[in-house]
């Protein structure tokens, strides 16, 4: 650990104006970004005696080897650069609001012909129209099925559509009315749209005047005396009353809100939000932090609606909002930070209108704010359940690697590498991170392996690690550079790229690294290190079959008892690797095949099949489409897609002209 002293600025070197600064660690990965009205006053309280500094403060301080600063001229250009830094170098003593994807989100393909309505979790994508979050995703099932009588969109996946298409019959949705089925050709292209934008207007809060045109519609047939149309138009205004009941009303004059509110104590904070738009709660979602210094509610929500919106911000950009902003035109707060003018100006740039950040007193929005409070209660004291044994069996599992190993210091950072095949072919392997006790998978690498699968898996590991080091030798000039500290224009270590400044691809060295086999692969992998001169990684092999530590040259494995936390963390830093070279094997043995099934078609070369591979991602997914999608890939022609679809279903290729009766 570092001695904060030995980096500390010079006295007077550093600005009494706002700014933003970052810490990095001896590898030059920035660590922590902060921002202050005055640089001066804040870093100082940095380099105080150690002692009586928050807990994850003090952490960071001997964590780093130097500070850097970058003086603004305004604090909303500090919120900007602070919100770019931390997005782009991702230092682990910041707090990330991401969005979790165990939020289900409702997601409406806008982009395709015809349009689906599914249930989705992962990162957005354009084109697709998103609802939600919701706190479950048989909340979003139950409602779409109250909806799908009134918006009988289709649901089903792409493959099913083609398939129903086909065969010249709908599926069963399509029979009992809930699918407007246009795979049969009962509604076309642009009536499905139609319903697709209608319930997308539905859930952007347009309920109400949806309800009374079908009101009217329902007085209209009975006038008519077309009973059976009005008693379908009455049952569909009960179902989307039904449904409105699942969004309960809390504000009646249609307000476009997020109320934040916050639970907390000396080292970690909960933080709800609840998203209202038109009056109903649309949204919930909830996060539990780590602090990294003493920190009071108003910094918390600066800290928050800095991350939160920003991120909110490029994920619009990524998919499409149909015209609404991630950002309400109102954010509720329990309390006002110092700079909340600066934060209302950044906000109000994001939305492109007036955003206003204001405390509620009394009233139907203090009410709702205080249950939204209650729920932050809840859920960090289910947290301190649940977390309790995991942080201290985390600190307890490195400690006792440290021991058993006869370490210096505790592992803080473990790689590990596995080795993925099937009989000899297509093998690849796997590099997993784990720091302090936890995966972090942004730094996951995969390797196809070359010279050393003829060598079985001894040689297929020697190979890995001796690309593994010697990319970091590379990258940091063959030693590690600690930063120094300084202000504008410092220059980057060797082991960060000078256009952006963050770590290289394998700059930054594991203290362990673990290999998954026995005694022959651990010693391939250590005498790979002696080679390079790289002294100071420890190495070690997890046995699957007795569960076995293997050291470098020792004659006997060393073994954990059963109930050793040290053994559990190393078993799952094993399967981590395992998982994740299984599933790169899968990936190109898929696409192995896939090639494989299209050598010897007439007409389709190499940079055609890749990309059919490209476009369909699946041998099935090929096998399935119609010829008129296969020839609209680009540089596939139709007589080239024939043949394509006449070998993948086992038919003789048969060309156009010939079905015309045209051929010989």
């Not at 012909?113 to 084109?127: C, D, N, T």
């Not at 005047?209 to 009217?216: A, F, G, K, N, T």
């Not at 998978?441 to 593994?468: H, M, T």
């Not at 594991?510 to 086999?517: A, Q, R, S, T, W």
């Amino acid at each position: 650990m570092a001695d904060p002293s030995t980096y500390r600025p010079a006295p007077g070197t550093i600005p009494d104006e706002p700014g933003v600064y970052k810490f990095r660690d001896a590898a030059g990965r920035v660590i922590y970004v902060g921002k202050a009205k005055s640089l001066r006053s804040r870093l100082a309280s940095y380099f105080a005696d150690p002692a009586s500094l928050h807990p994850r403060t003090r952490q960071m301080v001997t964590t780093a080897v130097g500070v850097e600063w970058t003086v603004v001229s305004t604090e909303v250009e500090a919120l900007q650069l602070e919100y770019s830094w931390i997005k782009e170098f991702d230092p682990r003593f910041n707090v990330r609001y991401r969005d979790d994807k165990s939020y289900p989100v409702l997601a409406v393909t806008l982009h395709e012909e015809f349009p689906r309505l599914h249930v989705y979790r992962g990162p957005r994508r354009k084109g697709v129209r998103y609802f939600g979050p919701y706190s479950h995703a048989w909340a979003i099932r139950e409602t779409l099925d109250l909806l799908l009588r009134v918006f009988p969109a289709r649901t089903c996946t792409n493959g099913v559509f083609r398939r129903h298409q086909q065969m010249g019959r709908p599926c069963l949705l399509g029979y009992i009315g809930k699918c407007a089925a246009p795979c049969v050709g009962r509604v076309d292209a642009e009536e499905h749209r139609r319903i697709v934008e209608n319930f997308c207007d539905f859930l952007s809060g347009r309920t109400d005047s949806m309800v009374r045109q079908l009101e009217r519609e329902m007085n209209a047939a009975a006038e008519k005396l077309e009973f059976e149309r009005a008693a379908r138009l009455r049952d569909d205004i009960a179902a989307l009353r039904r449904a409105m009941e699942k969004q309960a009303v809390v504000l009646g004059d249609g307000t476009d809100a997020d109320v934040v509110a916050f639970a907390q104590d000396e080292l970690e904070a909960a933080v709800q939000v609840f998203h209202v738009r038109g009056g109903r709660v649309r949204g919930q979602r909830g996060w539990v932090i780590d602090k990294v210094e003493e920190t009071d509610t108003p910094a918390l929500v600066a800290r928050f609606l800095t991350q939160f919106y920003g991120e909110q911000a490029a994920l619009a950009e990524q998919s499409d909002t149909g015209g609404t902003s991630p950002v309400p035109r109102e954010v509720l707060v329990p309390e006002l930070p110092p700079d909340a003018e600066a934060l209302a100006d950044w906000l109000s740039g994001l939305r492109g209108a007036r955003v206003r950040l204001r405390v509620p007193q009394r009233g139907d929005k203090r009410a709702l704010l205080e249950t939204v409070a209650r729920n932050a209660a809840e859920a960090f004291a289910q947290h301190k359940l649940r977390r309790a044994g995991d942080l201290t069996a985390r600190s307890a599992a490195l400690q006792e690697l440290q021991d058993a190993l006869g370490l210096d210091t505790a592992p803080l950072r473990i790689e590990c590498v596995d080795v993925s095949h099937v009989q000899g072919s297509d093998v690849v392997a796997s590099l997993v991170v784990f720091e302090d006790g936890l995966p972090r998978k942004s730094e996951y690498r995969r390797f196809a392996v070359r010279d050393g699968a003829e060598r079985g898996d001894v040689g297929s590991i020697a190979e890995v690690v001796r690309r593994r080091f010697t990319a970091y030798l590379r990258e940091t000039g063959g030693h590690r550079v600690a930063s120094t500290a300084g202000g504008d224009g410092a220059t980057a270590p060797p082991g960060l790229d000078p256009e952006t400044g963050r770590p290289r691809k394998f700059a930054y060295p594991p203290n362990l690294l673990v290999v998954d086999g026995g005694a022959p692969q651990v010693n391939a992998a250590a005498d790979e290190l002696t080679e390079l001169g790289i002294t100071d990684v420890a190495v070690i092999g997890l046995a699957k079959r007795l569960e076995e530590v293997w050291l470098p040259g020792e004659p006997d494995p060393l073994i954990l008892p059963r109930t050793s936390e040290a053994l559990y963390l190393l078993q799952r830093v094993r399967d981590e690797a395992h998982r994740f070279a299984i599933t790169y094997h899968r990936q190109k043995r898929s696409r192995r095949m896939v090639e494989s099934a299209l050598d010897g078609i007439p007409g389709l070369g190499q940079a055609r099949r890749v990309a059919l591979l490209k476009h369909f991602g699946s041998l099935r997914r090929l096998r399935e489409a119609t010829i008129e999608e296969i020839s609209a890939v680009p540089g596939v022609g139709r007589r080239t897609a024939e043949a394509v679809h006449a070998a993948l279903r086992g038919e003789s290729s048969v060309t156009g002209a010939e079905r015309n009766g045209e051929g010989e």
